[in-house]
C-alpha cells in the first residue's frame, strides 16, 4: 500500500467529478429498498411476546441477506465508476443473476456475528423486569447501555478486518467463504490505517448534522468511493508517483553546451 488518507480522498473525488448525481441516486435507492424492508419488518410482527420477537428477528436475518445482494451491487457499481468502466443502475441488482449464492454465504457469517454480538442485550432486556420506580428503570436502562456498548465494540473488533469482502466479491470470482478469508489477509497491517480513515470523516458528520442530514446525502458517495480508493491501493491499483527529474546546475550546463555544439 503506497497511499494514505490524502491521496485516497483526492483520487475519490476525481472518480465522482460528473458522477455524483448518478452515485447518489444509486445511494437513495439502496437505503430507501432498506427502510421498505424494515418497515414490512414492524409491520408483519407487531407485537412483543415472546413468538412474536422471534419471528421479527427471523425475519429481519432473511431480509438482511438479500439486502446484501444490494449492497454488494453497489460496491460494483463504485468499482466500475472509479476504474473508469462502464456503470449504470443496473449494477445494484447485478449479484441476482450472477452467483448470489456467493453474497448470501459472507453475509450469513457477517449478519451472524452481528446478531450474535446483540444477543446478550436483547436477552437482557427480555429477561429483566424493569421495576417500577425511576431508579430501577435507569439502572435497567444504564446496564442494557453497557452490554449494548460491549457488543458493538466486540462487532466491530470482528467484522473490521472483514470489510473488504463485499470489494472482493464484486471484483473476483472467488466464494463467500474465500472471501472473508482474503480481507482478513488484505486488512492484516491496514486495520489502524482504516480506523484513522473512518474517523476522518467525523467532522463531516456533524457538519451534515446542521443540514437536517441532507449533507449525507453528499457525504456517503464521498465515504463510499474514498473507501473504493482504499481497497485499490490495497490491490496495487494505485500507485506512488515517481518523484520528479531533478536536473542539477551542473548536468543543465552540460546540456546546454551539448545542444550549442550540436
Do not use: H
Not at 467532522?203 to 480508493?229: E, V
Not at 527529474?245 to 543543465?252: A, D, G, N, Q, S
Amino acid at each position: 500500500m503506497y497511499g494514505d488518507r490524502k491521496s485516497w480522498k483526492f483520487s475519490a473525488k476525481g472518480a465522482l467529478s460528473g458522477r455524483w448525481g448518478t452515485l447518489i441516486i444509486a445511494q437513495v435507492i439502496v437505503s430507501a429498498i432498506n427502510l421498505v424492508a424494515g418497515n414490512l419488518t414492524t409491520m408483519l410482527f407487531p407485537g412483543y411476546d415472546g413468538m412474536s420477537l422471534i419471528l421479527s428477528q427471523v425475519f429481519s436475518f432473511l431480509v438482511s441477506l438479500v439486502m446484501c445482494i444490494f449492497t454488494a451491487g453497489l460496491y460494483y457499481m463504485y468499482l466500475n465508476v472509479a476504474r473508469g468502466k462502464e456503470y449504470s443502475y443496473k449494477n445494484l441488482i447485478y449479484f441476482f443473476k450472477n452467483q448470489p449464492d456467493k453474497i448470501i454465504v459472507a453475509s450469513f457469517v457477517m449478519a451472524a456475528i452481528a446478531w450474535l454480538t446483540s444477543l446478550p442485550a436483547g436477552y437482557y432486556i427480555y429477561v429483566t423486569d424493569p421495576g417500577t420506580t425511576l431508579v430501577q428503570q435507569m439502572a435497567v436502562m444504564q446496564t442494557y447501555l453497557m452490554i449494548s456498548l460491549g457488543g458493538i465494540i466486540l462487532n466491530m473488533l470482528l467484522t473490521i478486518p472483514l470489510t473488504l469482502t463485499y470489494y472482493i466479491l464484486a471484483d473476483e470470482n472467488v466464494g463467500g467463504f474465500e472471501a472473508l478469508k482474503r480481507s482478513m489477509q488484505f486488512m492484516r497491517g491496514n486495520i489502524g490505517k482504516y480506523i484513522l480513515l473512518q474517523l476522518s470523516f467525523l467532522p463531516w458528520y456533524f457538519l451534515s448534522l446542521f443540514t437536517m442530514g441532507i449533507g449525507m446525502i453528499f457525504l456517503m458517495p464521498y465515504i463510499q468511493m474514498t473507501n473504493t480508493m482504499f481497497y485499490r491501493d490495497i490491490k496495487g491499483e494505485l500507485y506512488r508517483q515517481d518523484p520528479p527529474l531533478v536536473i542539477t546546475e551542473r548536468e543543465e550546463n552540460v546540456q546546454d553546451d551539448y545542444n550549442s555544439e550540436a
